[in-house]
């Protein structure tokens, strides 16, 4: 009987001290989950906005002394949303699988600190031992650090951020931030058409000659598209500076339109597009700009009002504009020469 009560005194010793690990065990821990940054030091930030999940860094020296936590915008839709909800999927996976193994190490060492407190038992000849094995622990790994090819510094509060492309606003203060990235914008499309021949061979080598030729084409076109709509929004933001827009309605589009536009600028500053370029410059860009509506309207197929607007004898009625690399950065030098002047103006 001695012999009986000894051994279930014994067997009890495991339980009190597994259900002792199971209160620990329950308790709320924290976890520090350190993410990766990109040799620059910069963050992968993603916009929780479902119409949007824009992909962008930030520098984390800012984004933890100049980024609120109660609000931060994207910087492509101006999406606002507090701190935390703005982890790129792969750091969602990388938290999740951190914060799985640190919870396999917290049970492992509570469960195992149980065992070790508790006593073997013998039932006869018989001896049995508790043992634990966690299960395996996933490896944690960094952040992607994809290169966004563009830097930014917002005017206001000089928060340092990054794109793959235009952005608008700073992610720490919500200011349109169109003006001081516009000359990167323009600089990130004459990098892009200079690259353009290397990046139809590796395209050619992986989907054929017929298909890199056609998005080479593509690629080009688009340029026109991006070039009058980067333009478009930094004329409006910077005509919106003058004391004299305020008593100004503005139509839609109405910076899309050289002569429309021009004539604005004359009302508000005494100068219009004329005042900025020279005549062949001026032609050339408005050229340019109905090469840009032809593409977007009739798929870049030539009518009588090209031909009348633009005063281009290349083309007749029914054929398809082709657009070249040294188009795009004439168009390009072009815009930068009359965007200069405008920022001249306004001073």
């Known amino acids: 009987m001695r012999r009986t009560s000894r051994m279930k005194r014994r067997r009890g010793d495991i339980f009190r001290e597994l259900h002792r690990a199971m209160d620990q065990i329950e308790k709320p821990q924290t976890t520090s989950v350190p ?62 699988e951190a914060v799985n193994a640190d919870m396999h ?20 000849p018989i001896k049995l031992t508790t043992r634990y094995r966690s299960g395996a622990i996933p490896p944690v790994r960094p952040a992607e650090a994809t290169a966004l090819r563009q830097e930014f510094s917002c005017d206001e509060c000089d928060c340092r951020y990054a794109s793959l492309g235009s952005s608008f606003f700073c992610p720490a203060c919500g200011h349109d931030a169109v003006l001081a990235n516009f000359p990167n914008t323009l600089e990130t499309i004459r990098k892009g058409v200079r690259a353009l021949p290397a990046l139809q061979q590796t395209f050619a080598e992986r989907h054929g000659a017929d298909d890199a030729v056609d998005w080479g084409r593509y690629m080009l ?31 839609r589009g109405v910076f899309q339109r050289i002569d429309d536009a021009s004539k604005l600028w004359k009302r508000a500053t005494g100068k219009g597009y004329e005042d900025l370029l020279t005549p062949a410059d001026l032609q050339r860009l408005k050229l340019y700009f109905e090469r840009r509506h032809k593409r977007v309207h009739t798929d870049g197929v030539v009518d009588r009002k ?37 920022r001249a103006l306004v001073r």
């Open 35 to 96: 993410f990766a940054v990109d040799e620059a030091g910069f963050i992968d930030r993603q916009c929780p906005g479902t119409q949007c999940r824009g992909h962008f860094k930030i520098l984390e020296a800012d984004w933890y002394e100049k980024v609120s936590d109660d609000q931060v915008y994207c910087p492509f839709c101006h999406h606002g949303a507090d701190a935390d909800a703005w982890h790129t999927e792969e750091q969602l996976r990388h938290l999740g």
């Open 105 to 124: 190490r917290h049970v492992d060492r509570e469960i195992g600190a149980a065992v070790r407190r508790s006593r073997p038992t013998r039932i006869g």
């Open 221 to 251: 076109e688009l340029q026109l598209e991006r070039l009058v709509g980067a333009f478009e929004k930094f004329s409006k933001t910077l005509f919106e500076r003058l004391p004299a827009a305020a008593g100004i309605r503005l139509e």
């Open 306 to 342: 090209y031909i009348n607007v633009s005063r281009d004898p290349t083309y007749q009625e029914g054929q398809r504009l082709v657009i070249r690399a040294e188009d795009v950065l004439e168009f390009v030098d072009l815009i930068e020469k009359l965007a200069n002047g405008l």
